[in-house]
């Protein structure tokens, strides 16, 4: 049967909306990134395979803010050789040019099962065998991968950031394998990166519990707001049913996220958030209300919401939003006096 015609005009009308749109930010991919009252805001983006890489450029990224290796070993047939990793390492790092890169190490395990591995049977597996654990657990394959990342990064800056951590010696562990690696590829003559900063995302709540111990040890860390707020309220991410219950614009996440933006810049290590609230321009306005001036997004996602940091002014939206966190939990609602202050401001949400 064939679409009535409203229906295919109204597709019609979605593509050239679309078009305007993109036309629209392909005017700001070369406009700073910068709010109306001067703040300099980093907007990355997300990415995990070759085919992501154009969006760099397209988008006018500042970089890539997250890698997330595991879709090579997700989309393949078998696990990838060394070799394949070192070669698609080097193609990330070739097509971001001088703009940064973080590599998040394997995040695999618990639902992001690979076929050609054993399955592991588990009750719960996003509270499972994933990710660092599994990493240190049979560090083998940890070792090949900070291997291949190490060479890739030869003769240049190098950003490598672990899933999952939930407590301090979990990050001492990992560290030390890249401290291992870097002895080995020295003694074997190889070019080493000139610099290599390591951190780790911020998405197990017992983290929030240490970050005054892990802020001196990290270069950098990355809030993952889907598993942290999916831990935070024991609420299944993948599950429709659930995932709607609670509002990420609401006092509870809003604290945790400005308490993270308060150490870690107290503490002047460099902070970003590459969760889908990023993604959102809602969210990446509360963001930077709370102190938070590096992103990562999905591609698709960075031309509205760098139109929405061009028109804020950030000094108000901070004056606005603090006083709603601090007045008492669910007597107001925060998402819709954000909304009413990107009205008033004249922001597009
Ligand atoms: C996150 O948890 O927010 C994150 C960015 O990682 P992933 O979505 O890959 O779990
Ligand atoms: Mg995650």
Redesign the pocket.
């Known amino acids: 049967m064939r679409p009535s015609q409203e229906i295919e005009a109204a597709f019609a009308e979605r593509v050239r909306f679309r078009a305007r749109r993109q036309a629209q930010y392909l005017a700001l991919r070369d406009r700073p990134c910068v709010t109306k009252d001067g703040q300099k805001v980093e907007l990355m983006i997300n990415a995990g395979l070759a085919i992501d890489l154009p969006h760099v450029d397209d988008t006018g990224s500042a970089g890539i803010g ?1 890698f ?1 290796t595991e879709l090579q070993f997700m989309v393949g047939q078998s696990l990838p050789r060394t070799s394949d990793q070192l070669a698609l390492y080097r193609t990330v790092l070739d097509a971001a040019g001088s703009k940064p890169v973080t590599f998040r190490t394997l ?1 695999i395990g618990g639902d992001k099962a690979l076929p050609y591995m054993e399955a592991v049977i588990e009750e719960n597996p996003a509270l499972g065998w994933r990710a660092i654990r599994l990493g240190l657990d049979r560090p083998g394959l940890l070792r090949g991968q900070i291997r291949a990342l190490l060479r890739a990064g030869g003769g240049r800056a190098l950003r490598v950031m672990f ?1 999952m951590i939930s407590e301090v010696a979990e990050f001492d562990a990992a560290k030390a394998l890249v401290e291992r690696e870097l002895t080995y590829l020295r003694q074997h003559g190889h070019t080493l990166p000139e610099r290599i900063d390591i951190g780790t ?1 911020v ?1 197990v709540p017992a983290l929030l519990y240490q970050l005054d111990e892990l802020l001196k040890k990290v270069d950098f860390i990355s809030v ?5 707020f999916q831990f935070l309220f024991a609420v299944d991410r993948g599950n429709a049913k659930v995932s709607e219950r609670f509002d990420t614009m609401s006092a509870p996440i809003l604290r945790v996220l400005r308490e993270i933006a308060r150490k870690s810049n107290a503490a002047k290590k460099s902070l970003s958030l ?3 609230m990023a993604s959102k321009p809602i969210g990446a306005l509360a963001l930077i209300a709370m102190g938070y001036r590096s992103l990562s997004l999905s591609a698709t996602a960075l031309g509205p919401v760098k139109a929405m940091v061009i028109d804020l002014d950030a000094k108000k939206a901070e004056a606005m939003l603090g006083p709603l966190l601090d007045a008492p939990a669910g007597s107001i609602s925060i998402r819709q006096k954000l909304t009413e202050f990107a009205e008033a401001e004249g922001l597009a949400l």
């Open positions: 997250l997330r995040d899933p995302m998405e993952g707001s889907n598993d942290l590459c969760g889908e």
